[in-house]
């Protein structure tokens, strides 16, 4: 008889600050109860909010960038000799 998996995954639980406990009950008895491979569980980090003010764009611009929204700041981008890079 071959065993069954089950992914069981649960998103954007809420807590405040401070140790926990996490605690495990298997509601049942026989064979595949209470089986378990391993736990994950990652940190939330909430997405950063990307509020530049109209000065730091128009310097970036000015100086030759691009403002990036999604990094946050202003990317430069390079060629010499068809070689292009970002820094």
């Known amino acids: ?3 069954r998996r ?3 995954t649960i998103d954007d639980v809420w807590l405040d600050a401070g140790q926990r406990v ?3 009950v298997v509601d049942g008895a026989g064979d595949g109860k ?3 491979d391993y736990f994950t569980i990652n940190p939330y980090f909430p997405p950063q909010v990307c509020n530049p003010e109209p000065w730091e764009i128009q310097d970036c611009e000015n100086s030759g960038g691009s403002w990036d929204y999604g990094l946050c700041g202003c990317q430069y981008y390079g060629c010499y000799n068809r070689w292009c890079e970002v820094y």
């Open 1 to 3: 008889m071959r065993k």
């Open 6 to 8: 089950k992914l069981v």
């Open 22 to 24: 996490i605690r495990v």
């Open 34 to 36: 209470g089986n378990f």
